[in-house]
C-alpha cells in the first residue's frame, strides 16, 4: 500500500513539474513593473524579489539569461544577468571576439539601492524594445553583490539618506566592507566577484553608489578612475573623450553631472581633489586589467525617485558611448597592454600634482559655519534658498611620487599558498620549477613601515613602507613558482608583489610572519659572545662606539646594545624581515 501511495505521488510530482515547464514556455503575460515603479519610487526591491525579477526576465526573452557564479559570505550564490541581442547566451569567450561587454555592479553597499532598482528596469525595457538596443555591446550585471548586506534590511543606518523606506546593510555576512576587499580578498564575495570579472573581462565597468558628503545641486556625480593613474592613451581616453561625452550627452538629456564632490564637513566652492582610487577599491582593481571603470555616485540628499531615474539615464548613456566607441576602446586596450614590460619604470605611489588643475562651473548652495544651538562649536549649514553656480577649481591630477623597475619575473616559493592562491584567482600565468634550482636574484628585506593603531576592515594594515635591496644566490625548490610579468595581469603583479605599494600584499598583513622574530638570545649567555665579536671584530668596534657616543638612548639601553650586536653577528636569523618574493632582473 505504501508503494502505490508512493507511486502516485511521484506520479503527481512530475505531472506538475511538467505542467510548470509548458506554463513557462507559453507567452504569460509576466507584470515586469518593479517594486521601486509600484511604490512610486519609495520603495527598492529585496534580493530575493530582484532575483525572481531576472529569472522572469531570462524566462520570458531570450535575450536575456542568469545564472549563478562564486560564493558569498551569506551562504548565497552571486548571480549574473546578461543582455545579449544576438540572443547566443553568455559565452565570454566567443561573445568579446565582436562585441564590447559593460559589467555593471550593483549592491556593494546595499544601502546605496538606486543602481539595483535602476538596472532592473533597463534590462527589462532594452529587451521589451522600449528603448533603443545596443548592436555591439553586451550588457552584464551583478544583481546584488553584498547578499549578506542586502539580507540585512533596516531602515535607519543611512542616517544621511533620502529614501528608500527599507535597504541593506553596508557591512557584508561577515562585517566587511567589500569595497575595500578587492584586492585582498578576504571575503567569498571578493573572490567570486573576481572569478566574474576574469570570465566576463569587460571593457568597461560601472559600480553604481550613493554620496556623502556637501549638499550641492546635483543628483548625479561620476567618479571615474584616476586617469594619470590608469595611465598612457587609455588614461587620456578616459579623461578627454569618455566623461566629457558623458557629461555632454546628459546635460542634452537635462541631468547636470559633476566630479563626485571629494570633500567632507565643508563647503565644495574652495575647491576640492579627485579621488585617487587605490587596488582595493572596484574601480581601482580594475583598472589593473585596463578595463575603463568608474563610480556612480548619486547625492544622498536627493529623492530616491530621482535618483534612481538618473542612474538609468546614466547608465543608458555609458552602453551609448560604448557603442559608439567600442572600436576605439578595443585598440586602446590592446595597446595599453604594451605601455609596461620588463625594464621600465612603473609608478607606485601618487600624491596630487597642484602645479595642473581644471575648472568647474560648479552648482552648489551657499553654506556657512555658525554657532550650533546644540554643541556650540560652529557647524556647517547649507542654504537651499541661495543655489550659486561659480568657478571652482578641481585637482584632477596626480604625479608619482615613487616608482619601481619592472622586473623580467618574480619568484614565490610555495609554502606562500595564500598569496599564490589569490594570483591563481586573479588569471595570473605561472611556471613552476620541476628541480631545485639555484638563481641570483634581486632580494628585498624590509627597511622601515607603519602600521595602523587601529582596525580597517579585519586588519591593522601597514603603509610607508620601504625595503633595502640586494643581489644574492638563492636556491628554489622544485614546485616554487616562477611568475613572468610579460602578460596580461603585469599591472596586478605589480600593485600586490612590490611591498612599498599601497596596497600590496605586504602592506595588508599577509607576509607578517617575517617581522618577527622566532630566535633570540639570553642576555646573560649572549653578553660574554657579545664582547668576543667586538675583539674579533675591529670595525664592528668602531661602528659600535660611535653609535653608543652619539645615540644617548641607545648609550641608556643595555638590552639594545646587546640586540644590536646581536643583529651584526652571524647568529641572526635570515629569516628576519626578509621579504619571501624575489625578483629575476
Not at 505504501?2 to 509548458?22: M, P, Q, R, S
Not at 584632477?396 to 598569496?419: E, F, L, M, R
Request: charged fraction near 25%.
Amino acid at each position: 500500500m505504501k508503494k502505490l501511495l508512493l507511486l502516485a505521488l511521484l506520479f503527481v510530482a512530475c505531472n506538475d513539474n511538467t505542467e510548470n515547464k509548458a506554463l513557462n514556455n507559453e507567452n504569460i503575460e509576466i507584470d515586469f513593473t518593479t517594486i521601486f515603479e509600484k511604490s512610486d519610487g519609495l520603495e527598492t526591491a529585496t534580493y530575493n524579489e530582484t532575483i525572481k525579477f531576472y529569472q522572469d526576465l531570462a524566462n520570458s526573452y531570450p535575450e536575456i539569461s542568469i545564472r549563478e557564479i562564486g560564493e558569498t559570505d551569506s551562504g548565497k550564490p552571486l548571480h549574473i544577468a546578461t543582455l545579449n541581442m544576438t540572443r547566443s547566451g553568455d559565452n565570454f569567450e566567443s561573445l568579446r571576439q565582436n562585441n564590447r561587454i559593460l559589467l555593471i555592479n550593483n549592491g556593494i553597499h546595499p544601502g546605496e539601492s538606486d543602481g539595483i532598482d535602476a538596472t532592473m528596469m533597463l534590462f527589462r525595457d532594452i529587451a521589451k524594445g522600449k528603448i533603443e538596443a545596443p548592436k555591439n555591446t553586451i550588457i552584464v550585471t551583478i544583481p546584488i553583490y553584498n547578499i549578506g548586506g542586502s539580507l540585512n534590511r533596516n531602515s535607519t543606518t543611512r542616517t544621511n539618506q533620502n529614501g528608500p523606506k527599507s535597504y541593506g546593510f553596508r557591512g557584508n555576512a561577515r562585517n566587511y566592507d567589500l569595497n575595500r576587499d578587492f584586492i585582498k580578498s578576504d571575503t567569498k564575495n571578493a573572490k567570486a566577484f573576481a572569478q566574474i570579472f576574469h570570465a566576463v573581462q569587460p571593457d568597461v565597468f560601472i559600480d553604481n553608489h550613493v554620496s556623502n558628503g556637501a549638499d550641492y545641486q546635483y543628483t548625479l556625480t561620476h567618479l571615474f578612475t584616476q586617469h594619470n593613474k590608469l595611465g598612457g592613451e587609455l588614461g587620456q581616453f578616459i579623461h578627454t573623450e569618455m566623461m566629457p561625452t558623458l557629461e555632454q550627452k546628459l546635460e542634452a538629456k537635462a541631468w547636470d553631472i559633476t566630479p563626485y564632490v571629494n570633500v567632507f564637513n565643508r563647503t565644495p566652492d574652495s575647491g576640492f581633489t579627485q579621488f585617487l582610487d587605490s587596488p582595493r577599491y572596484s574601480t581601482g582593481y580594475t583598472t589593473l586589467f585596463n578595463t575603463l571603470g568608474m563610480m556612480v555616485e548619486t547625492h544622498m540628499l536627493k529623492p530616491y525617485k530621482q535618483r534612481v531615474e538618473g542612474t538609468y539615464e546614466l547608465m543608458k548613456t555609458m552602453i551609448e558611448i560604448t557603442e559608439e566607441q567600442g572600436d576605439k576602446i578595443a585598440q586602446l586596450r590592446k595597446e595599453q597592454v604594451k605601455l609596461w614590460s620588463a625594464g621600465k619604470s612603473y609608478p607606485l605611489t601618487w600624491t596630487v600634482d597642484t602645479t595642473t588643475t581644471s575648472t568647474l562651473n560648479f552648482k552648489g548652495y551657499e553654506g556657512d559655519m555658525i554657532p550650533s544651538d546644540f554643541t556650540g562649536a560652529k557647524r556647517l549649514k547649507y542654504d537651499r534658498t541661495k543655489p550659486f553656480t561659480k568657478a571652482v577649481t578641481y585637482q584632477n591630477y596626480y604625479k608619482a611620487t615613487d616608482s619601481i623597475t619592472i622586473p623580467k619575473a618574480y619568484i614565490i616559493p610555495q609554502g606562500w599558498h595564500n598569496v599564490i592562491d589569490l594570483l591563481k584567482l586573479n588569471a595570473v600565468e605561472y611556471t613552476q620549477f620541476k628541480n631545485d634550482t639555484t638563481l641570483t636574484v634581486e632580494s628585498y628585506k624590509i627597511g622601515s613601515y607603519e602600521t595602523r593603531k587601529s582596525p580597517y576592515e579585519g586588519h591593522y594594515p601597514h603603509y610607508q613602507t620601504t625595503v633595502n635591496t640586494s643581489e644574492k644566490n638563492v636556491t628554489f625548490r622544485k614546485g616554487d613558482y616562477l611568475i613572468s610579468t610579460d602578460q596580461n595581469a603585469i599591472r596586478y603583479l605589480l600593485e600586490t608583489l612590490e611591498p612599498s605599494a599601497p596596497d600590496s600584499f605586504f602592506n595588508w598583513n599577509f607576509f607578517d610572519t617575517i617581522l618577527q622574530q622566532k630566535e633570540g638570545f639570553s642576555p646573560y649567555v649572549w653578553e660574554d659572545k657579545a664582547q668576543e665579536l667586538l675583539k674579533g671584530n675591529p670595525k664592528l668596534q668602531i661602528e659600535y662606539n660611535v653609535k653608543i657616543s652619539y645615540d644617548e638612548e641607545f648609550a641608556n639601553n643595555w638590552y639594545a646594545q646587546l640586540d644590536w650586536l646581536h643583529k651584526q653577528s652571524k647568529f641572526y636569523e635570515a629569516a628576519h624581515l626578509q621579504y619571501p618574493v624575489y625578483r629575476l632582473k
